[in-house]
Each structure stands twice: as structure tokens, then as C-alpha cells.
């Protein structure tokens, strides 16, 4: 399951780790990171998280490549009208109205 590892230490304790992160309970499980994200409720949360690291997991077991951080802005990068959009109908539900401009450089 961890043969895409390097280091044979890396292939031994990844089955540890990871039960270790899906079980209950304990310092590096799901629930301390449900608990920080619980806008909609506890259980609700953890089964959000939960359900991430369940398609990070398969993402990389399946393609057999190293876990790879695409970073906090990466869905921003991909598709940059995509908050403009969200944020013009946000305001419309409000009866506001919003221009976008361009910053002008000095």
C-alpha cells in the first residue's frame, strides 16, 4: 500500500499513521481537525474532513505518487472569476451591487 515511499521507515509506519488519523479519539485523529472547522457541527464536520483525507489517501495510493500540498490559493489559481462570480451573486441576493476595477499600479 506504501511501496510509492522511499525510505522503508516511511513504508512502516504509514499503515500506523493513517489508522491512527481515521480511528477515534487521540492527538492526531480526525476530531481535533472537525473540531477547529465545526461551523455546521461536530459530526458533520468530521465527516467532511474525514471524507478529504479519504480522497487525498486514494489520490495517492491509487497513482502511486507522493502526497503533493497544492497550496491554499490553488483553487483561486485555477479558475480566478470563480470568488468575482461568487461575490456579485452574494451581493445581488442582498440588492447591492458590485464593480470590479482594476488596481491601478504606481
Request: aromatic residues 10%.
Given at each position: 500500500m506504501f511501496e510509492p515511499f522511499g525510505r522503508a521507515d516511511?513504508?512502516?509506519?504509514?499503515?500506523?499513521?493513517?489508522?491512527?488519523?481515521?480511528?477515534?479519539g487521540g492527538?492526531?485523529?480526525v476530531e481535533p481537525?472537525?473540531?477547529r472547522?465545526?461551523?455546521?457541527?461536530?459530526?458533520?464536520a468530521m465527516v467532511a474532513v474525514m471524507h478529504k483525507l479519504a480522497i487525498a489517501i486514494w489520490y495517492v495510493l491509487h497513482d502511486r505518487v507522493l502526497y503533493r500540498e497544492l497550496g491554499?490559493?490553488?483553487?483561486?489559481?485555477?479558475d480566478p472569476a470563480r470568488p468575482m462570480r461568487r461575490m456579485t451573486k452574494e451581493a445581488d441576493s442582498?440588492?447591492?451591487v458590485i464593480r470590479f476595477e482594476p488596481i491601478p499600479t504606481a
Open positions: 516511511q513504508r512502516r509506519w504509514g499503515a500506523v499513521y493513517l489508522r491512527g488519523l481515521l480511528l477515534s492527538r492526531k485523529s481537525m472537525a473540531a472547522s465545526a461551523r455546521r457541527g461536530g459530526k458533520r491554499a490559493d490553488y483553487f483561486t489559481k485555477r442582498l440588492g447591492l
